[in-house]
């Protein structure tokens, strides 16, 4: 690995963690929302994208063992964030549902977020706004070569 590269990774990762972790604050601040855990938050993002998807589907779409995903599922129907539903041909598979308060949060979640980083960037001086709108599309790609693993 080239010290370019090394350097760039470096850095990107010192600014990701502290940068996502200020912008969940804002927001879990701004708004009263629960402090749920990234995982579980990740559950509701795929179940609100495609309900009624299985535990070994949803095990896979997120790269977790399917006892970690059953586990994950347990905790958040007790906390009344999923409904887990067999299905009526196979009494072993079972559906996964975001319930309808979980479906808020997450919308609340993505309204107030836009709100904080819209007042962020307002205090950024222009250049630095355009080089954020630059980097997005390589930003995206990164993130691309994460989910494809």
């Known amino acids: 690995m080239s010290d370019d590269r090394s350097q760039t990774a ?5 600014a990701l963690a502290p940068l996502r972790r200020g912008i969940t604050r804002a927001v879990r ?20 994208a495609e309900p009624g998807l299985s535990t070994g589907s949803l095990a896979v779409r997120l790269q977790l063992a399917r006892p970690t995903v059953s586990n994950l599922l347990n905790a958040m129907r007790r906390a009344g964030l999923v409904e887990l539903r067999r299905r009526d041909d196979d009494a072993r598979a079972v559906e996964v549902f975001a319930a309808t308060e979980a479906v808020d949060l997450l919308a609340r979640f993505d309204t107030v977020s836009t709100e904080v980083l819209v007042e962020a960037l307002d205090r950024l001086s222009p250049a630095d706004r355009r080089a954020l709108g630059r980097a997005l599309p390589a930003l995206q790609a990164l993130g691309a070569v994460f989910a494809s693993r």
């Open 10 to 14: 470096a850095q990107l990762g010192q």
């Open 29 to 48: 601040s701004r708004a009263g929302l629960p402090d749920l855990p990234d995982n579980q938050v990740e559950v509701l993002r795929a179940v609100v």
